[in-house]
Antibody, heavy 118, light 107 residues
Framework: EVQLVESGGGLVKPGGSLRLSCAASGFTFSTYNMNWVRQAPGRGLEWVSSISSDSNYIYYPDSVRGRFTISRDDAKNSLYLQMNSLRAEDTAVYYC???????????WGQGTLVTVSS | DIQLTQSPSFLSASIGDRVTITCRASQGISSYVAWYQQKPGKAPNLLIYAASTLHSGVPSRFSGSGSGTEFTLTISSLQPEDFATYYCQQLTSYSDTFGQGTRLEIK
């Protein structure tokens, strides 16, 4: 069974940093592209970052580029999101999601809440 | 960046109704569209990928169609568990953007 479990969320002050983790199991992690998606309270889904299976291709939207860094450790079956210079508008539930074979995100974690507030 | 616009944003319907949600892209995206269902407090679930392919385990009352710039998600006969928010997503450019969502509620 495919499982994705996020951790590392919490309360952080504006300008602070946080590192999210996503532990993967039930599939060959090293062969899949992976993604982060967030959802602010009461809002829609926003794509945050993607990383290819070989880590050679990494993408971000303008809203987080230069502040967030995605990475992966295939030996630990884990995906990470390093978030720096956090802003109030980064407050959201952050999901990790596997990129399926057919141009989609086929499995999602349960999410971890990040709250940026003084 | 490619923008996706869903319509309607809100939909009220009854059990047994047939409903259609539309997703329009700001430029052509072939068939690289996925649809998701999300219930309150839960992660999204994949329904449709490649515009019209049903994800494993998804009931056949869900269907998708379209290519280029206009896509639709259709639920042929609404069931109580279908009341949720639905999102389209494009996966062609270097940003996998989502539509703003369509909230489907019971009339």
């Amino acid at each position: 069974e495919v499982q994705l479990v996020e951790s590392g969320g919490g309360l952080v002050k504006p300008g602070g940093s946080l590192r999210l983790s996503c532990a993967a199991s039930g599939f060959t992690f090293s062969t899949y592209n992976m993604n982060w998606v967030r959802q602010a309270p009461g809002r829609g889904l926003e794509w945050v970052s993607s990383i290819s299976s070989d880590s050679n291709y990494i993408y971000y939207p303008d809203s987080v580029r230069g502040r967030f860094t995605i990475s992966r450790d295939d030996a630990k079956n884990s995906l990470y999101l390093q978030m720096n210079s956090l802003r109030a508008e980064d407050t959201a539930v952050y999901y990790c999601a596997r990129a399926g074979d057919g141009y989609s995100y086929d499995y999602w974690g349960q999410g971890t809440l990040v709250t940026v507030s003084s | 960046d490619i923008q996706l616009t869903q319509s309607p944003s809100f939909l009220s319907a009854s059990i047994g109704d047939r409903v259609t949600i539309t997703c329009r892209a700001s430029q052509g995206i072939s068939s690289y569209v996925a649809w998701y269902q999300q219930k309150p407090g839960k992660a999204p679930n994949l329904l449709i990928y490649a515009a019209s392919t049903l994800h494993s385990g998804v009931p056949s009352r869900f269907s998708g169609s379209g290519s280029g710039t206009e896509f639709t998600l259709t639920i042929s006969s609404l069931q109580p568990e279908d009341f949720a928010t639905y999102y389209c997503q494009q996966l062609t450019s270097y940003s996998d953007t989502f539509g703003q969502g369509t909230r489907l509620e019971i009339k």
